[in-house]
């Protein structure tokens, strides 16, 4: 399999896809690849390692993957049944209003749902309120690509492979196997660069300034093993203070989420390392 076969299905807040190239000068050599906040995946599915441990707190998230990993066949078929009409969408947005009646939905239905949603929702994004309901308005795209075939096929066979792990749980769980010679990424929810861009509605938990400390602590206790860990977040002053002990490089991302049409653009970024 050719490493560029398999590309991200879903649009995700922060996705990688654009910053790729720039992450991946700076990763060095390992045994097992380990990211606990994998969203749309775009630097796991760039590299394709052949072990890795993968994570995300987001349930829905990680039904995405593993339908795509054991029912890719059937996934296929249930998307082709969806239509790209608002009346329809609002429809199938509003099944998570109805806790009881959504869980008994099969996982190939929840699956398709999610990847139907981000590919028809406004501004391609995954968000959900406090109840965990999503509620990205209907994007009015004249041909949203939500069965995309090949992608999907080639995703299947990579996560089948006998290496690769899916795992959701908190992130700190997810790295209880880490050992030496082992690499970890960390692409967590950003810290905001203001009151208002405060975007974590990816997950209805939020992931506040104790969860960024928290975070902090993990890497401290990777660099007292000898375990490398990059971990991408923005560049404002709070993040800058909390790692100032390690390698701070500043990178641009070009941003679309935002609220504000005149704060959508090239922002600053930062790549911390331990090495």
Known sequence: MKKNSVVPILKWVGGKRQ??????KHI????????????????????????AVVNDINASLICVYRVIRDHTEELIEALKQHKNE??????????DRNKDEYEKK???????RIIYLNKTCYNGL???NRAGEFNAPFGRYKNPDYVN????????????KPGITLMNTDFEKALEGVQKGDFVYFDPPYDPVSDSANFTGYDKRGFD??????????CDRLDKKGIKFLLS???????????????????KAKRSVNSKADRRGEVDEVLIKNY
């Open 19 to 24: 910053l790729l190239g720039e992450i991946t």
């Open 28 to 51: 060095p050599e390992y045994k097992t690849y380990y990211e606990p906040f994998l969203g749309g995946g775009a630097v796991f599915f760039g590299l394709q390692p052949e072990r």
């Open 86 to 95: 608002a009346g329809y969408f609002y429809k199938i947005r509003n099944w």
């Open 106 to 112: 099969s996982d190939v239905q929840k699956a398709s």
């Open 126 to 128: 995954f968000r959900v």
């Open 149 to 160: 075939e090949k992608a999907l096929l080639a995703m299947g066979r990579y996560l089948r």
């Open 209 to 218: 300034r104790e969860e960024q400390k928290r975070l902090k602590l993990v």
């Open 233 to 251: 977040n923005s560049a404002t002053d709070f993040i800058f203070d909390l790692y100032k002990e390690y390698t701070i490089m500043i990178i």
